[in-house]
């Protein structure tokens, strides 16, 4: 076997920190809530790195088989039967590696959207997480019917010879439709927490610590960017294009686990599994290492009108909704929507899963 080139040892290099980043995802969230309470997106997460493998595997057949990109009608007329046939070998793995590219960063979109549907439990924002889940539903099936079919019919994706034309060779509409589907809804998806961000009472440098962790998709789509512009400019070279796909999807991985992986950076996972129940009743608010988050509204006379949200280490994606009627008493909404165990405090058991709303009202004495 030849020695691995700059391409290779880039893209396996880039695919073993990915495995790792997954796993110790995986891990992370095995440690702090346990395989019972797993949420949809830790699933998601198993599927993107099947799809990474699948991914770095077909783009590993494509450089050793090569495809029908860049030939001229001269070179494709002089190949012989055995070249051919790698050629189409190689031509059906790119189809394939595609199928896998696109349906890894979706999956990373899903696992964003799950993350952010447990943050904004009961926040406006939550019906904003529900629609693009939906958009992102129907621009994935928009770009995997792009990719198989803007060529018809579907076996001049690896013919050889006749040329089948630049349409079904250099597939420029999936890069651009990709782009746009890909980019546009990253972007729905960045302006999720920023709100919650720019109203939140925190110390600037915790405030920019978690606004890189929520806010990592801007990443994602300056690499998309760069993919999409950089591969259009060597339409013809695809080294160009699956080096940038890895890159991509690398960025993208890091940028969606971060979050994650953060807790087992904190020193009460270690001290206390979210397994047992003993280890967590100090933990009804996610109080060790977790960030509180004090968000106000608009400046109204009453200083007590707030929303507060708070991201804990431990998963327990909780918030406390402070509210003022106009006319009437003082009430505070705690809406706990976490994955671990809490601990009921007028009857000390233990309970898993679950939403619990405790409403606790502040009765005032007015002037007779």
């Known amino acids: 076997m030849g020695q691995a080139t700059p391409f290779q040892k880039e893209a396996w290099t880039e695919y073993g920190i990915g495995v790792l980043i997954i796993l110790g995802r995986i891990f992370a969230r095995w440690k702090v809530v346990g395989v019972k309470n797993w949420q949809g997106d830790d699933y ?6 099947l799809f990474w493998t699948a991914e770095l595997t077909m783009l590993e057949l494509i450089g050793q088989h090569g495809a029908n990109i860049g030939l001229t009608d001269a070179q494709r007329a002089a190949m012989t039967p055995e070249q051919i046939e790698s050629l189409v070998i190689g031509s059906k793995c ?8 696109v349906t890894l960063i979706w999956c990373l979109k899903a696992c964003m959207l799950f993350f952010y549907n447990r943050l904004t439990l009961g926040l406006m924002q939550q019906k904003l997480v529900k629609i693009n889940a939906v958009v992102c539903l129907f621009s994935y099936v928009a770009v995997i019917f792009t990719i198989y079919f803007h060529c018809f019919p579907i076996q001049k994706h690896w013919q050889i010879y006749p040329d089948p034309g630049e349409n079904c060779t250099v597939d420029r509409i ?30 600037l440098r915790r405030k920019l610590v978690i606004g890189v962790l929520l806010c990592g998709g ?35 991985l890091i940028a969606v686990n971060a979050p994650c992986i953060k807790p087992l950076f904190s020193s009460s996972v270690w001290l ?14 996610g109080a060790s290492g977790s960030y509180s988050l004090s968000v106000f509204g608009k400046s109204k006379p009453d200083p007590l009108t707030s929303q507060r949200s708070k991201l804990g280490d431990h998963a327990s994606d909780e918030f406390i909704l402070r509210e003022q009627s106009q006319s009437g008493p003082t009430y505070m909404n705690d809406v706990s929507g976490g994955h671990g165990q809490h601990m009921d405090e007028e009857s000390g058991k233990f309970s898993e899963g679950g939403i619990q709303v405790t409403t606790m009202y502040e009765v005032k004495t007015g002037k007779a």
């Not at 790119?94 to 590219?101: E, P």
């Not at 999936?174 to 782009?179: C, E």
């Not at 690499?223 to 960025?251: D, G, K, M, Y």
Request: glycine letters at 2%; a positive charge.
């Open 44 to 49: 998601f997460a198993i599927a993107a790195l």
């Open 94 to 101: 790119l189809l394939a590696g595609w199928t896998c590219y």
């Open 174 to 203: 999936n890069y651009i439709v990709l782009a746009v589907t890909n980019v546009s809804t990253d972007a729905v998806l960045v302006s999720i927490p920023i709100p919650l961000l720019a109203k939140v009472r925190l110390a």
């Open 218 to 252: 801007v990443f994602v789509m300056c690499a998309a960017l760069l993919r999409c512009v950089l591969s259009l400019q060597s339409i013809n070279s695809i080294n160009t294009s699956t080096i940038w796909a890895i890159r991509e999807t690398f960025v993208a």
């Open 272 to 285: 206390g599994s979210s397994k047992d129940p003993s280890s967590k009743n100090a933990h009804r608010y």
